[in-house]
């Protein structure tokens, strides 16, 4: 069975940090590329940080670049994403997600909420 599960979302403070995970299972992450997106109330969900299938290439919304860091670890078959200085505008239920040219595949999303 294919699946993606997220964790490590939570309530945190204006100014700390967090780690998501996403485990993946039934399918092998190295020959797929991955990604975060969030959805905030009432906003549409959006690319939050990408990555290549080799790890080696990544991408970042501008709304992230230099608080955000996303990387994989393909013979975990997991895939990260440091969130830093953390705001409120940053909370979001944080998807994860894979794909190639065959197949796409979502999580079940972890709520992320900044509030003091």
């Known amino acids: 069975q294919v699946q993606l599960v997220e964790s490590g979302g939570g309530l945190v403070q204006p100014g700390g940090s967090l780690r998501l995970s996403c485990i993946a299972s039934?399918?092998?992450?190295?020959?797929?590329?991955m990604s975060w997106h969030r959805q905030g109330p009432g906003k549409e969900r959006e690319l939050v940080a990408a990555?290549?299938?080799?790890?080696?290439?990544?991408n970042y919304a501008d709304s992230v670049k230099g608080r955000f860091t996303i990387y994989k670890y393909n013979a975990q078959n997991m895939l990260y994403l440091q969130m830093n200085s953390l705001t409120p505008e940053y909370t979001a239920v944080y998807y994860c997600?894979?794909?190639?040219?065959?197949?796409?595949?979502w999580g079940q999303g972890t709520q992320v909420t900044v509030s003091s």
């Open positions: 039934g399918f092998t992450i190295s020959t797929y590329g």
């Open positions: 990555v290549s299938s080799t790890g080696g290439v990544t």
């Open positions: 997600h894979a794909w190639n040219k065959r197949d796409v595949y």
